[in-house]
């Protein structure tokens, strides 16, 4: 084979794969980009050694070493590639709520924000306030069905983060509050300045809905449905 012959068909084959080689013919290189691949996978790896095996010198063949350095290069590259694949799906896997997960929340109670809470076997509700910052002055309000204030909590000077409170079921006039159900608002200040806040409160899960391909969700009394990365706690 001609050195010009073995040039071209190495050229075709690597238009073949959508790359165009430098110094290659105009045909050639019009062919690799009309092609529009930019990966190589195994396959195109086999094509290239197998161009390369049929067009080499025959003065000066390709050295065993190298070809053998090549392929184990690959086959490592290929390698890694499946075993990233693999991790990833295990990783979706791991970070996706089952079916199973989200049916052990029957039953049991979550804090999760909201704003409608009902009282306790015993009276009363608990929950928390989540501050984005810190705050010299946090006052939870509990109100009636009707808007009515029943009772206002003050908790002080609280730092970043969450903060619990518990309420006895007894309105400021000291009179029982009654089952709700009541809302809940929070407010938070510093220095005068509103700090960012949201009201948490502990409400039951009564029953999962499992969408079609979905995630599945759970139904919270007085909430409704409730994503299940949206709970801080469970009891």
């Known amino acids: 084979m001609t050195t010009t012959a073995a040039t071209s068909s ?7 794969l959508g790359i165009a080689r430098s110094g290659a013919t105009a045909a050639t290189a019009t062919a690799a980009t009309s092609s529009g691949s930019t990966t190589l996978g195994q396959s195109d790896f086999l094509k290239l050694m197998t161009a390369q095996l049929q067009n080499q010198d025959p003065f000066s063949p390709v050295d065993n070493t190298q070809m053998v350095a090549q ?8 390698g890694i590639a499946q075993m990233n694949t693999t991790l990833s799906g295990i990783a979706t896997k791991l970070g996706a709520t089952s079916t199973s997960d989200a049916l052990g929340y029957v039953g049991k109670s979550v804090l999760t924000q909201g704003s409608t809470a009902y009282a306790r076997t015993a009276g009363g509700i608990a929950g928390a306030v989540e501050l984005d910052a810190a705050a ?26 969450t903060t619990s409170y518990d309420w006895n079921g ?30 948490l409160v502990w409400a039951p899960v009564s029953s999962v809905s499992l969408p079609t ?23």
């Open 10 to 16: 190495f050229d075709s084959t690597l238009a073949s």
């Open 71 to 78: 392929m184990a290069q690959f086959s490592s590259v290929s």
């Open 136 to 161: 010299t002055d946090v006052r939870v309000t509990i109100a009636d069905a009707g808007g009515n204030t029943l009772k206002t909590l003050s908790l002080g000077a609280q730092k970043a983060g």
């Open 170 to 199: 007894t309105t400021d006039a000291g009179a029982a509050a009654g089952d709700g159900p009541f809302t809940v608002s929070v407010a938070a200040q510093d220095g005068g300045s509103t700090v960012v806040s949201r009201s």
């Open 213 to 235: 391909g979905g995630t599945p969700s759970l139904n919270v009394t007085g909430l409704g449905p409730v994503d299940v990365s949206a709970v801080r706690q469970v009891g």
